[in-house]
Nanobody, 119 residues
Framework: QVQLVESGGGLVQTGGSLRLSCAAS????????MGWFRQPPGKGREFVAS????????NYANSVKGRFTISRDNAKNTVSLQMNSLKPEDTAVYYC????????????WGQGTQVTVSS
């Protein structure tokens, strides 16, 4: 059972930056993909970015391409999301998630961290 804990959320002005981190509770050798999702106020959860744990191949939502960067540290069992040039529409609760190789969906989720971008 993998437990994920996010940190790094907060309040930032438009154009600012934040870095989110997600720590896994145990070795992630059985994790295929780590991802970040977000849920804006009054809306559903949406994909932000993902990274393949072994290869480092990344994928991004069009809305964040060129502004956000996902990375992982295999030794520390952490995945991070560097968010630059933040916009008010990036305001959301951000969730870290993990998918095991035998699953087509994300199996484990963190509790979420709030990111608020003021205009």
């Amino acid at each position: 059972q993998v437990q994920l804990v996010e940190s790094g959320g907060g309040l930032v002005q438009t154009g600012g930056s934040l870095r989110l981190s997600c720590a896994a509770s145990e070795r992630t050798f059985n994790v295929a993909t780590m991802g970040w999702f977000r849920q804006p106020p009054g809306k559903g959860r949406e994909f932000v970015a993902s990274i393949a744990w072994n290869t480092g191949i990344t994928n991004y939502a069009n809305s964040v391409k060129g502004r956000f960067t996902i990375s992982r540290d295999n030794a520390k069992n952490t995945v991070s999301l560097q968010m630059n040039s933040l916009k008010p529409e990036d305001t959301a609760v951000y969730y870290c998630a993990a998918r095991v190789p035998t699953s087509l969906i994300y199996n484990y989720w963190g509790q979420g961290t709030q990111v608020t971008v003021s205009s």
